[in-house]
């Protein structure tokens, strides 16, 4: 499930206190659920079964007033993570 945050939540006080999942996009990960945490927006992530490493980097997409977090593999272009987030982001709408 994608996570819809409106705007005007970023100014409650507790807003980053909670854990938050974002979809990683491209990598050993991608369509997975990754949590983000406080402070963090890069995150090695290791498969177990192929012993490879993914790096992502945290990407907010704003759109009217959603927010939405993912998490971009650095084996992908920047652009092509955009085109694929925006395709989840209209899905879900």
Not at 8 to 33: K, R, T, V
Not at 58 to 81: A, E, P, V
Request: net charge negative.
């Amino acid at each position: 499930m994608l996570l819809k945050i409106p705007i005007s939540a970023f100014n409650e006080p507790n807003f980053y206190l909670g854990i938050d999942m974002a979809i990683c996009i491209g990598g050993d990960f991608d369509g997975q659920d990754l949590p983000e945490v406080e402070g963090q927006s890069i995150q090695k992530t290791n498969n177990a079964e192929t012993g490879k490493a993914s790096l992502y980097r945290l990407q907010s997409i704003i759109k009217g007033n959603d927010h939405y977090n993912f998490w971009f593999s650095d084996d992908m272009n920047f652009s092509d993570g955009v085109k694929i987030a925006e395709k989840i982001i209209k899905n879900e709408e």
